[in-house]
């Protein structure tokens, strides 16, 4: 998901409620972080869940 930043990926699960999305990234010692999940209404995803991912990511890298 190269418009939240450099690294994170997305990970889509779709259950009988909707569909949920997740955006992720890989960190130091083979751990996965998990900056932001939601549950995705729309085909495009909204500017203010991309957003948020860099805000989160932003706050995690420092």
Do not use: C, N, W
């Not at 949920?20 to 729309?42: G, N």
């Amino acid at each position: 998901m190269p418009s939240v930043g450099t690294g994170v990926a997305e990970l889509r699960v779709r259950d009988s409620s909707g569909i949920y999305r997740a955006f992720y990234v890989l960190k130091i010692a083979d751990s996965i972080v998990i900056i932001h999940a939601f549950l995705k209404k729309t085909q495009k995803t909204p500017e203010s869940e991309i957003s948020l991912g860099k805000k989160r990511l932003k706050e995690m890298l420092q």
